[in-house]
C-alpha cells in the first residue's frame, strides 16, 4: 500500500523555529546578558535588588511607553522625529495652561492629549498627502515645536521654565494617578511603572489578535499590496501618528506633575532614545515586523545601563557610546536571527 506523503505547508514548526521568529529573542538574550553584567560588577549591592529595580524601571518606564507605540509607528513603515520634543512641548501646555491660564490641571491635561493628537494628524496627513518621508515631516515638526517651546515659555513666563502647577485645582489627585510612588519591599517604585506594563500587553494584543494589528504589519510589509488587499494604509498610518504623539504628551505630563514644573529643552533627543528601544527590540528600520514586548525589553536595557554604570563606578559619559554599541550588536543579532528563523528547518 502506498504511503501518501505529508504536505510541506501544514507541516508543524519546531519550537526552535518559532523562537527564532519571535523579533524580540535577540532583545531578550541581549537584556538578561547585560543584567547580568551588570549585577556583578555592582559595587553597591543593589543592582539585582528591589532597589535597583526601582532605579532602572523609573528610567526606563517614560521611555518605554512611548517607544511601544513608536515600534508599532515603525512597523508601519513610518517614523517620528517629533516624539522626543512633544514630551516637552505636552509638559510646558498643560503647565502654562494651569499656572498662566488658572485652569484645572485635569481640563489641562485633556485639552495637551487633544493638541497632541491634532499634531500627530497633522504629521500623518502630511505624509500621506504630500507623499514626503516620514522623517522629514517629522524632522520640520521637531524643529517648529522645539522653538516654539522657547520662545512661547519666555514670553508668557519671563523664564524657560514653567512652575507653580502644583497649585492646580486637582494637582494631588492627577499625581496620585500618574506620578505617584508605590512602596514595595522597602523599594519605591514610579507609577508610571503600571502604565508602561499596561500599554505593553495593551499593544501586545493589538498586534496579536486584532484586525488593526494585522494593518500595521501589511501597512509596513507592502503598502501597496495592501491597499489592493483592501487594507487602509493611510487610516492605520494617520492613527498610529496620533496616537505615537498621545502618548509622548502623556510622558510629558507625568514628567510635569512629578518635577511640579518644566523646562523648555525637556524631551530634545528623546525621540532617539524611543527609535533605539524599538530597533533593539528587533522592529525593523525597513518596517512589516517587530513587537510591544520588544520594544519594552530595549527600554529595560537603556535602564540597566543607566543605573548599572554609575553602580558600577565607571564613567557616565560612556552612557551614550554604551547604547550605540547595543544597538549596532543588536541589529546584527536580530539579523542574523531573522536570517536563521528563515532558513530553519521545520
Same mark, same amino acid.
Given at each position: 500500500?502506498?504511503?501518501?506523503?505529508?504536505?510541506?505547508? *501544514?507541516?508543524?514548526?519546531?519550537?526552535?523555529?518559532?523562537?527564532?521568529?519571535?523579533?524580540?529573542?535577540?532583545?531578550? *538574550?541581549?537584556?538578561?546578558? #547585560?543584567?547580568?553584567?551588570?549585577?556583578?560588577?555592582? @559595587?553597591?549591592?543593589?543592582?539585582?535588588?528591589?532597589?535597583?529595580?526601582?532605579?532602572?524601571?523609573?528610567?526606563?518606564?517614560?521611555?518605554?511607553?512611548?517607544?511601544?507605540?513608536?515600534?508599532?509607528?515603525?512597523?508601519?513603515?513610518?517614523?517620528?522625529?517629533?516624539?522626543?520634543?512633544? =514630551?516637552?512641548?505636552?509638559?510646558?501646555?498643560?503647565?502654562?495652561?494651569?499656572?498662566?491660564?488658572?485652569?484645572?490641571?485635569?481640563?489641562?491635561?485633556?485639552?495637551?492629549?487633544?493638541?497632541?493628537?491634532?499634531?500627530?494628524?497633522?504629521?500623518?496627513?502630511?505624509?500621506?498627502?504630500?507623499?514626503?518621508?516620514?522623517?522629514?515631516?517629522?524632522?520640520?515638526?521637531?524643529?517648529?515645536?522645539?522653538?516654539?517651546?522657547?520662545?512661547?515659555?519666555?514670553?508668557? @513666563?519671563?523664564?524657560?521654565?514653567?512652575?507653580?502647577?502644583?497649585?492646580?485645582?486637582?494637582?494631588?489627585?492627577?499625581?496620585?494617578?500618574?506620578?505617584?510612588?508605590?512602596?514595595?519591599?522597602?523599594?519605591?517604585?514610579?507609577?508610571?511603572?503600571?502604565?508602561?506594563?499596561?500599554? @505593553? =500587553?495593551?499593544?501586545?494584543?493589538?498586534?496579536?489578535?486584532?484586525?488593526?494589528?494585522?494593518? *500595521?504589519?501589511?501597512?509596513?510589509?507592502?503598502?501597496?499590496? %495592501?491597499?489592493?488587499?483592501?487594507?487602509?494604509?493611510?487610516?492605520?498610518?494617520?492613527?498610529?501618528?496620533?496616537?505615537?504623539?498621545?502618548?509622548?504628551?502623556?510622558?510629558?505630563?507625568?514628567?510635569?506633575?512629578?518635577?511640579?514644573?518644566?523646562?523648555?529643552?525637556?524631551? =530634545?533627543?528623546?525621540?532617539?532614545?524611543? *527609535? #533605539?528601544?524599538?530597533?533593539?527590540?528587533?522592529?525593523?528600520?525597513?518596517?512589516? %515586523?517587530?513587537? %510591544?514586548?520588544?520594544?519594552?525589553?530595549?527600554?529595560?536595557?537603556?535602564?540597566?545601563?543607566?543605573?548599572?554604570?554609575?553602580?558600577?563606578?565607571?564613567?557616565?559619559?560612556? =552612557? %551614550?557610546?554604551?547604547?550605540?554599541?547595543?544597538?549596532?550588536?543588536?541589529?546584527?543579532?536580530? @539579523?542574523?536571527?531573522?536570517?536563521?528563523?528563515?532558513?530553519?528547518?521545520?
Amino acid at each position: 500500500m502506498t504511503s501518501v506523503k505529508s504536505d510541506e505547508r *501544514i507541516q508543524r514548526v519546531s519550537i526552535v523555529t518559532k523562537a527564532l521568529r519571535r523579533p524580540e529573542l535577540g532583545a531578550l *538574550i541581549g537584556a538578561l546578558v #547585560i543584567f547580568t553584567i551588570f549585577a556583578v560588577v555592582d @559595587t553597591t549591592g543593589q543592582f539585582a535588588q528591589l532597589q535597583g529595580m526601582a532605579g532602572w524601571t523609573k528610567f526606563a518606564a517614560p521611555i518605554g511607553i512611548v517607544s511601544i507605540f513608536v515600534a508599532l509607528l515603525m512597523i508601519a513603515g513610518e517614523f517620528d522625529l517629533s516624539s522626543g520634543v512633544m =514630551v516637552g512641548t505636552a509638559g510646558l501646555l498643560m503647565g502654562n495652561l494651569i499656572s498662566e491660564v488658572s485652569l484645572g490641571v485635569w481640563p489641562a491635561m485633556i485639552i495637551t492629549l487633544v493638541f497632541a493628537g491634532i499634531v500627530g494628524f497633522a504629521n500623518g496627513y502630511l505624509v500621506i498627502k504630500t507623499g514626503l518621508p516620514s522623517f522629514i515631516v517629522t524632522l520640520a515638526t521637531f524643529f517648529v515645536l522645539k522653538g516654539v517651546n522657547l520662545a512661547v515659555t519666555k514670553l508668557l @513666563t519671563g523664564t524657560v521654565r514653567v512652575d507653580g502647577v502644583d497649585k492646580g485645582d486637582g494637582f494631588e489627585t492627577a499625581r496620585d494617578w500618574f506620578a505617584t510612588k508605590i512602596e514595595i519591599g522597602g523599594a519605591s517604585f514610579q507609577v508610571s511603572v503600571i502604565w508602561w506594563i499596561g500599554f @505593553t =500587553v495593551f499593544a501586545t494584543w493589538l498586534l496579536t489578535r486584532t484586525t488593526f494589528g494585522n494593518w *500595521i504589519f501589511a501597512s509596513g510589509g507592502d503598502a501597496n499590496a %495592501a491597499r489592493n488587499a483592501g487594507v487602509p494604509v493611510a487610516r492605520t498610518k494617520i492613527t498610529l501618528f496620533v496616537v505615537t504623539s498621545m502618548a509622548s504628551a502623556l510622558v510629558g505630563c507625568m514628567t510635569l506633575l512629578e518635577l511640579r514644573g518644566m523646562q523648555a529643552g525637556q524631551g =530634545v533627543g528623546q525621540e532617539f532614545y524611543y *527609535i #533605539i528601544a524599538a530597533a533593539v527590540g528587533g522592529t525593523l528600520l525597513t518596517g512589516g %515586523a517587530g513587537s %510591544a514586548i520588544g520594544a519594552s525589553i530595549g527600554a529595560a536595557i537603556m535602564g540597566f545601563a543607566a543605573i548599572g554604570i554609575p553602580y558600577a563606578l565607571w564613567d557616565q559619559d560612556w =552612557v %551614550a557610546t554604551f547604547l550605540g554599541v547595543i544597538l549596532f550588536l543588536a541589529v546584527l543579532v536580530n @539579523t542574523w536571527l531573522s536570517k536563521r528563523a528563515k532558513g530553519a528547518r521545520k
